[in-house]
Each structure stands twice: as structure tokens, then as C-alpha cells.
């Protein structure tokens, strides 16, 4: 399952960029 999520996640980062990217994993990393 997580090597699922971080395919994924590397995908959006890909076509959406790293902002959007780290926005999404901060939340995730610190709580």
C-alpha cells in the first residue's frame, strides 16, 4: 500500500509540481 501512495505521489508531482506535493506531505510528516 505505500509504495502504492508514493508512486502516486510522485506522479502528481510530476504533472502538478513540487508545491502542491510538499503541502500534501507535511501534514502527513508532522502529525
Known sequence: AFS???SV???SFMVVGP???IL???PS???
Open 29 to 31: 510528516l508532522s502529525f
Open 24 to 26: 500534501c506531505r507535511l
Open 4 to 6: 502504492s501512495v508514493v
Open 19 to 21: 508545491f502542491p506535493s
Open 9 to 11: 505521489d510522485l506522479s
